[in-house]
Each structure stands twice: as C-alpha cells, then as structure tokens.
C-alpha cells in the first residue's frame, strides 16, 4: 500500500501503540506454551512483524483477535517445524517398535467386540451435554475445570453430568447384560 | 473396571466428520462472540476430536494472555487514530474495544435518543432446565439478601432493589443471578452506565438462561449508553440464536436501529 507523505506520521505511530500493546500480551502467551530451543521475544517479533505486514488486509473488526492468535500459532508451528528438523539431522532414527500383543481367541474377541458396541451404542444415546463431559473426561483425561472451561459450562454443571452420565450407562449395560442372560438360558 | 471398559470404547469411538475447527472460531467461542446457537455444534465438535481439544486449551490460553489491564489504554489510541491512518488500522482499534468494552461512557449530561424505549422487567425465575442446579447456590444471608432483593424487585420497588441485589453481588461475587438482576433493576431505574458492567458479566455466565436474558439486557443497556454499534453486535447474535426467547424482539429492535453509519472516509 502506497501512503501519502502526511499519513506517514500517523500510521507510523499507530503501529508503535499497536506493538505497545500486543507486545506484553504476546510475550505472556508465549512464555507460557515454550519448548525447549525458542525464544519467546523471536517469537513474538515474528507474530508483530506478520501482524504490521497484513494489518492493513484485515476487513472486518470482529476477527482481529481471532486472526491474532491464527498468526501466533502459525509463528510458534514454524519455529517446532524448524526445531523438529535439526533434531532430525543431529539424533539418528528411532528404536525398533515393540512387538504387537497376540491377538486374543474367536469367541472371547466376538463377545468382546460385542461388548464394546453396547458401550459405544448408550454412549451416543447419552444426552448430548453428558456425552460431551463424558468424551473429555474419558478422552482427554481433563479433570473438571478443564472440562469446563473447553465447553464453557461451571464445573458444577460438568460434575451434575458425568455423574449423570455414569448412572445411565451402568443401568442400560446392566438391563444389556440382564437381556442377554436371558435370551442365552432360554 | 467399569471405567477401563468405558475408557476403551470411547477411544474406539471413530472420529468426527467434518473439517477441524479453525483458530477463529474457536478464539471467537472462548471471547463469547459467537452466539450460543452457534456455540452448540463447537461443544459437539470438541467432545468428539482430540486435536480440537489441544487447539482450544491454546486457544483460551491466548484469550487469557490477550485480555489485561492495559487494555484500558486502547481508546487513547483510538483518539490518535483519528489523524486517517489507513482505514484497516481503525477497525483493528474497534475490534480491541469491541472485545474488551473499554470504550469511555457516554458524557453525563447527554440524552440518548433511546432514554424513552420501553423496557419490561425480567421474568423471575428464569426458566432454565438444563443450570437448575445452579440456582440453589448461595447461602445463608447471601440467599436471603437476595430473597429480599427479588421481593423488592417483584412489587417494582426498584430502588432498595438494587440495593439489596449489590449487597448480594458483593458477598457472593459469583452469583450470575444476582448480578444479572442487579443490572436488569440498575436499567428500569435508567441507570444504563451503571448497568452495563453487571450485564456483562451476567452475559458470560456459564447457566444459558442468565447468559441469554443477560445479552438481550446488554444490549438495552449499550443502546441508552449510546454505544450502539455494541448493541448491534449483541442484537445481532441474539437475533440469531433461534433458540432463545428475545430473537423476534431482537429483530424488530434491529429494524428500528437501522443501518451502521458509513465508516469515514480516509483522507
């Protein structure tokens, strides 16, 4: 973009309020999701650079925190990338996998693939909310704050719903187990 | 047992359809710029694909770092801005002061032309199934405060009121209720400025009922405090949540607000 002589001035100091203000910012986000080998002010030189090269392209207002953190994420990527690939030339290639288990027999796989549906199947009848926390609790292993936090519920609710959750696919894999005891005597 | 057994078949669960949510959406969902009919299918998304979930601790960890005191600076620089940096550079000032409500109250003084619209009560209670629980929280005198509060609140004597509702948000500062009723009275007693910080925070309550009557409020509060493009932007996502009670009303208030005024032109 060509600026006129007098607009100069002005963009000039915008952009060093702009770095006034995202610096700090950026510098507390990186510190805080460092690996070894970078520098978190590289890092967040890259991301202002990126951000006063394109700030100008950016048209509608709303995004601009999203398209923000778009950049610092893609800054702190290519730095791993870059890291990723020295360590690949400095340390030689990996240990033989281990071996896989032996798979188990016919029948005790059938009834344990079976048994893995029924699972699956009341895990996806769960209403949706408790689906959620269970999925992030059992997935993720996140403790509640966590699961909170990513769904934007009170870590209140969260608890409400795992315990939910858990009692109604103890009693539909119970009432499961109950049915097919009986269609097997029968 | 039970546990490894569920653990198992949730890590067989096959992966989600679909592409990944992108950075945006998922920094727009943690800054509540999104509206809760659209915020449905993310939550459905996380649960379902890990690498959503990595992306979104980053994401909340960014929205954390972000948000600060020294936010409080940006209408200074929106100030300078004014000498025509490139039209770009502005919206960016908007969109800081857009998320962070940092905008300067409008001057005491000035009348709004939106001091006479009608604003009705809020229903007490909410109807909100899926939070019920949270609605027993509180206890003891913060409860009853509160109790008296929403007599007060209910036979329109507003004044103690809001009184009795600070009272309440003050010892038990993370009563969304409470709050969200403070800022609905702090309004009817055309107080809008002094409305806004509780509708706010009411606004990014985790219980939906509070959270959705709280933004339709907000935006009655912005519109008398003359920040109408604030408004808009709140009316604009209650508009289109199409599960919520105010959509309709959010519409027509919408209609009546008109257009965005042209950006001025750079020179």
Redesign the interface.
Known sequence: ?V?RAR?RP??D???G??DR?LR???L??FS??LLAGEEPEDLVQKTLLAVFRN????????????????I??NVRSTAQEDRRRRERVEVPGPAEAEPAAPPAGGEERDREER??AA??GA?ERLP??Q??????R???D?PYE?I???????P??VR?HLAQARET??RELRAGEEEDACSTGS | MFDRELRRAVAALPSPEGGCIDSERLVAFYTGAIAEAEAEPLREHLAACARCVAAAAEARRFVEAIDGPSARQVPRIAARWRLGWAAAAALVVLAVLFLYRAAAPAPPGEASRWDALAIAKAPYPLPDPDESLLWRSGSGNVAGRFAEGMAAYEAGDFEPAARLLAKAVEESPRDDRARFYLGVTLLLLRRPAEALEPLERAAAASAAGVRLEARWYLALASLQSDRTERARAILQGVAADRQGSRAQEARALLARIGEPSPAPATP
């Open positions: 973009m600026l607009e002005a963009r100091e915008a952009l309020e702009l203000l700090p910012r950026l507390r986000f805080g999701t700030v100008e392209r950016l048209e509608d207002p709303r995004r601009f925190i999203g398209w923000l953190f778009s610092a994420r048994r893995l699972i699956q895990i949706p909310r689906r959620q926390c269970l999925l992030l059992l997935r993720d996140l966590q909170a936090a990513t769904l934007r519920l009170s209140r609710t409400n696919l103890r």
